[in-house]
Nanobody, 123 residues
């Protein structure tokens, strides 16, 4: 049973920063692509960013490019999403997801999900 656990969400003012963590119960964590998605109130879930198994390849949604940075520490079975220059429109529940090997941005192709962590950006 694969389990993912997010942490690091909270309330922050516009322009502030937060770092989200996603810790996985995977013995073969290094074989998995990890992605972050988010869902704002009343909206569908959207892709935010992903990182491949080695950390050598990353993808970002246009809305967060230049502000968010994804990384991973395979020794700790943990992926991170560093969020800076936060905007009110970044307010959402953030989910991490994992899939074996390949890089995709479609949420339907991720079989493993965390429970989500709330990020609220106030003006």
């Amino acid at each position: 049973q694969v389990q993912l656990a997010e942490s690091g969400g909270g309330l922050v003012q516009t322009g502030g920063s937060l770092r989200l963590s996603c810790t996985a119960s995977l013995r073969t964590f290094t074989a998995y692509t990890v992605a972050w998605f988010r869902q704002a109130p009343g909206k569908g879930r959207e892709f935010v960013s992903l990182i491949n198994w080695s950390g050598s390849s990353t993808v970002y949604a246009d809305s967060v490019k230049g502000r968010f940075t994804i990384s991973r520490d395979n020794a700790k079975n943990t992926a991170y999403l560093q969020m800076t220059t936060l905007k009110t429109e970044d307010t959402a529940v953030y989910y991490c997801a994992a899939r074996y090997m390949s890089i995709v941005t479609n949420e339907n192709q991720y079989p493993y999900w965390g429970q989500g962590t709330q990020v609220t950006v106030s003006s």
